[in-house]
């Protein structure tokens, strides 16, 4: 540490918001993230809303079991965690550390959209499709709109892997990076609203 | 390669980034180990087993658990802000804060108010 000024300038403001224009992006980012929340709060409205209109399809104590929602969650958690690495790892420069804890996160991610197609397929073999009742229409939207978004954020993230691979860790990149993690954590928090209200609720 | 960034001045620039709220306070410095990210990592992964472990075996009556577990999931939504989405580097990226509020009081705002309303005195739920 050299002097107290060296110190101020690098508290001033986190790496990725250095460049106006890239900031700015940071800022439109937050604005769509809001937008999101409409959406799923509005879906989760409906869920709430229709909860207990099964009609003669399953009653969601009928439907859920723990098992597969607690490895889809403790896979998202863990996802986020090493998502959040990726983004220490490009702060210290490291970018073979940035690339290999990203692609960590995108196989997690892919693991838990596996899980959940899975569930899924399962449901509507067993006849529970979006058309028996109000409760599977509102389960399936609302969970399969994560699933979409988490499927989204699968190519995003490779496609961010790739510019890595090419560009390295320029003011672009991290910044992509960055918006990714902001993505990727905007996922888990919904996600951990989800198993709350929709799975734990249900079966308890 | 590297591209050169434009670092502002030292210092606070007098256009608002200023902050004096203690919670706001700062907190980019890099350091050697990842222990935030740990840190949080540990904390989600243990109230996510303990709501699980709640629902499993019961441990409390079904209206007190409804409650219990929806404040587990704002304390653990709370965590991922605080903690993986940098709402303590807060201080130079202050103009982020009025969206996140946005996003609260919209998002809190349909959510409760269709609830209350469609669910009122329908003895539902």
């Not at chain 1, 090419?166 to 990149?173: A, D, I, K, W, Y």
């Amino acid at each position: 540490m050299s002097t107290a000024t060296e110190t101020h300038r690098s508290v001033a403001r986190p790496p990725e918001f250095e460049d106006t224009h890239e900031s700015i992006r940071i800022l439109g980012f937050w604005i769509f993230l809001t937008t999101d929340v409409v959406l799923f709060g509005s879906l989760f409205s409906v869920y709430a809303v229709f909860r207990n209109r099964v009609a003669l399809g399953p009653t969601p104590h009928q439907l859920f079991s723990m098992g597969p929602v607690l490895a889809e969650t403790l896979i998202l958690l863990t996802s986020t965690f090493t998502c959040s690495l990726s983004l220490y790892a490009a702060r210290s420069n490291r970018l073979k550390g940035a690339v290999a804890w990203l692609t960590v996160t995108l196989l997690l991610g892919a693991s838990f959209v596996f899980l959940e197609i899975r569930e899924f397929a399962g449901d509507v073999m067993a006849g529970h499709t979006w058309h028996q009742s109000a409760f599977l229409s509102g389960f399936f939207t609302l969970v399969g709109t994560h699933g979409s978004h988490v499927t989204i954020g699968i190519a995003w993230a490779i496609m961010l892997v790739l510019q890595l691979m090419s560009g390295g860790l320029t003011v672009t990149n991290r910044r992509k990076l960055y918006t990714f993690t902001l993505y990727w954590h905007f996922l888990d928090i919904v996600w951990i609203f989800l198993f709350t209200v929709v799975y734990l609720l249900g079966i308890a | 390669m590297d591209n050169q960034q434009q670092l502002p001045p030292p210092g606070p620039t007098g256009h608002g980034d200023e902050v004096e709220v203690r919670i706001l306070t700062p907190h980019i410095a890099q350091p050697h180990f990842p222990t935030m990210q740990v840190t949080g990592y540990g904390l989600s992964l243990a109230i996510t087993l303990i709501a699980f472990a709640m629902v499993a075996y019961h441990w409390i009556g079904l209206d007190t658990l409804v409650t219990v577990l929806v404040v587990m999931a704002f304390i653990q939504g709370a965590l991922q802000l605080g903690i993986f989405m940098h709402l303590r580097e807060a201080k130079g990226t202050l103009w982020h804060l009025p969206v996140l509020a946005l996003a609260l009081f919209i998002g809190i705002g349909i959510v409760g108010f269709s609830m209350w309303i469609m669910l009122f005195k329908s003895g539902v739920s």
